[in-house]
């Protein structure tokens, strides 16, 4: 079985920052490329950011570039995003995702890319 768990969420205010962790366990699996989404209340679940683990790549949400940043730790199988410039709209509950192959039609910018996902974590950026 694997395990993704997310930490780092909370409440912050509107310019303030916050860096979300996902850390693996369980078995091992390869890894092809790790993720961020989010869900907002009433809304689906939209993709954040990603990054392919070989090689580091990595893919941005337009809504999100320029103020967040993934990236990975390899030697300890964490991911993470750093926030910066929060926004009330990027209020969410934030899910890790792990993709353990590549699926030609399957983009890493799209839930279904995914085998793995953590339970989340909540983010509130107060205005």
């Known amino acids: 079985q694997v395990t993704l768990v997310e930490s780092g969420g909370g409440l912050v205010q509107a310019g303030e920052s916050l860096r979300l962790s996902c850390a693996t366990s369980?078995?091992?699996?390869?890894?092809?490329?790790m993720g961020w989404f989010r869900q907002a209340p009433g809304k689906e679940r939209e993709f954040v950011a990603a990054?392919?683990?070989?090689?580091?790549?990595?893919e941005y949400a337009d809504s999100v570039k320029g103020r967040f940043t993934i990236s990975r730790n390899n030697a300890q199988n964490t991911v993470y995003l750093q926030m910066n410039s929060l926004k009330s709209e990027d209020t969410a509950v934030y899910y890790c995702?792990?993709?353990?192959?590549?699926?030609?039609?399957?983009?890493?910018?799209?839930?279904?890319?995914?085998?793995?996902w953590g339970q989340g974590t909540q983010v509130t950026v107060s205005s």
């Open positions: 995702a792990a993709a353990s192959t590549v699926r030609p039609a399957r983009p890493i910018t799209r839930t279904n890319a995914y085998d793995y």
């Open positions: 369980g078995r091992s699996f390869s890894r092809y490329a």
């Open positions: 990054i392919r683990w070989a090689i580091g790549t990595v």
